[in-house]
């Protein structure tokens, strides 16, 4: 089932993003009267489709093999390595008739339509969801053999600037350009004590290795709700009790309470914990149950699935507010340059060697693994997905490789340059050469998805 959902969100991830790319070629070359004969997303090798149907001039169909899709405009050497259109004179309606800017303009077309699906994606979600920003008063929760664990930073650590620039919010914290710098420092409270601590400089690279930052904001563990006739209840537990320890051992962190529960179905614990009455408002603040809130101590039995009956109470200090059109506007497109400038940035480190290049790049099978992940996580999560992955599709499309946008893009600006078109059998042998390194690259990134899972 697991291995159901990630092909289908892949595919649902792909059918999204080489739509809107291959819909910037299309509108573009129809703008400026090119003839469009193919519009396929997916590959039809050895005209093998799933659907086709042909409209005027074009024919519009979903290949068999979803790992990408094309417009085959006239006049045009592309993908298909079509040479047939050589040997005529060129027509009205061929890309190879149209003013260089023309050409340029439907090249650029895809990239430029994938940053317009990620601005339209942020500003949506930042229409429907508004902006969230959770105070670095809330501690750090630091997970075991997380690069912030091996940098020093402890559980409990307040931040207090990142790069010598003071922060109020965990967002400008862990805002993903923080990682594509070229260096990388965190400044935190501790016990009443400033420390300074260098990230490596590698930090991306361990953070794909882990799959997962290891650190976030400390969900204290205070209860919520308890359900009746289950262990916490029969125990004497109270919703609004902050649980300090269990059987003698410190916790601090939900995660960390259940984890213990979980492990020990069945058998007694002793839990300890703290509580004071809340105000009238139902606000609890965790630092004065800590310091003033009675102790207790409580046997309990979890049950046979490892639970006790008992839910977290949020109490994460976080400031929200609704965003309106013109700031939701402004808000989106702050974030698609944030990750545009970080995308840059992460991939200059790889090229420069900082960064690992198997680790830090993904090809279709981690892409796939991370579609479902963020689909598990809810329909926002996905959506996010997409729009970093259609900011990422865009950056390497637009790289002046042979095959790609950025190649073909090159070779008409040159030919704009020098008044004259480059000689077709030396464009047919490019093309051939960059896409025989893409075939290569592909193969590269499916076996090294399986080797750094």
Same mark, same amino acid.
């Given at each position: 089932?697991? /291995? ?14 080489? %739509? ?11 703008? /400026?009267?090119?003839?469009?004969? +193919? ?17 005027? $001039? %074009?024919?519009? @169909? ?8 094309? #417009? +085959?405009?006239?006049?045009?050497? $592309? ?13 009205? =309606? ?6 260089? =800017? ?6 650029? @077309? ?23 920003? &959770?105070?670095?008063? *809330?501690?750090?929760? #630091?997970?075991?053999?997380? #690069? ?16 010598? +620039?003071?922060?109020?919010? =965990? ?55 308890? !359900? $009746? ?25 939900? &995660? ?15 839990? %300890?914990?703290?509580? !004071? ?18 102790? &207790? ?32 506007? %402004? ?77 073909? /893009? ?34 590269? /990134? ?5 080797? *750094?899972?």
């Amino acid at each position: 089932m697991d /291995f159901l959902s990630t092909i289908f969100f892949f595919i649902i991830a792909i059918f999204i993003l080489v %739509t809107v790319h291959e819909l910037g070629h299309f509108l573009t070359a129809k703008l /400026f009267g090119m003839r469009v004969d +193919k519009f396929y997303i997916g590959f039809d090798f050895y005209n093998l489709r799933l659907w086709k149907k042909t409209i005027g $001039d %074009t024919e519009y @169909g979903i290949g068999a093999f979803p790992l990408g899709g094309y #417009v +085959k405009i006239a006049g045009m050497v $592309d993908e298909s390595l079509d040479t047939g259109f050589q040997q005529s004179t060129p027509q009205p =309606w061929e890309f190879r008739a149209k003013p260089v =800017w023309q050409r340029l303009i439907v090249l650029a @077309g895809g990239v430029a339509m994938n940053m317009i699906l990620a601005a339209a994606i942020f500003i949506g979600m930042a229409s429907v969801f508004g902006e969230s920003r &959770t105070s670095v008063v *809330n501690p750090a929760y #630091v997970e075991n053999g997380s #690069v912030y664990k091996q940098m020093g930073m402890e559980t409990g650590d307040r931040f207090l600037a990142v790069n010598g +620039k003071p922060v109020e919010y =965990w967002e400008e914290v862990l805002a993903p350009g923080n990682f594509a710098g070229q260096t990388l420092s965190y400044t935190v409270l501790r016990n009443g004590e400033r420390i300074t601590l260098q990230a490596p400089g590698d930090i991306l690279t361990r953070i794909n290795e882990k799959q997962a930052l290891g650190i976030r904001p400390l969900m204290p563990p205070v209860i919520d709700q308890i !359900l $009746d006739n289950q262990p916490a209840a029969n125990a004497g537990l109270k919703p609004g009790a902050l649980i300090t320890a269990i059987n003698d051992m410190p916790v601090r962190d939900w &995660t960390e309470v259940v984890e213990i529960i979980s492990a020990n179905p069945g058998k007694t614990i002793s839990i %300890t914990w703290k509580y !004071l009455a809340p105000p009238a408002e139902g606000t609890i603040n965790v630092a004065k149950v800590r310091e003033f809130g009675q102790a &207790t101590f409580s046997d309990v039995v979890p049950a046979s699935t490892g639970k006790i009956g008992i839910s977290l109470k949020q109490t994460l200090v976080i400031d929200h507010r609704q965003l309106n059109p013109a700031d939701a506007v %402004t808000y989106g497109l702050a974030q698609t340059w944030n990750m545009t400038t970080t995308t840059v940035k992460g991939f200059g480190k790889i090229l420069t060697g900082k960064e690992d290049f198997r680790k830090s790049l993904g090809g279709p099978i981690k892409i796939a693994r991370i579609a479902n992940q963020s689909a598990e996580q809810g329909l926002s999560s996905f959506m996010y997905f997409l729009a970093l992955l259609s900011i990422s599709l865009a950056f390497i499309n637009i790289l002046p490789i042979p095959a790609l946008d950025g190649g073909q /893009f090159v070779l008409n600006a040159i030919e704009g340059i020098i008044g004259r078109e480059i000689p077709f059998q030396l464009k047919m042998r490019i093309q051939q050469i960059g896409m025989a390194l893409l075939l290569t690259l592909f193969l590269f /990134f499916i076996i090294n998805d399986l080797i *750094n899972p």
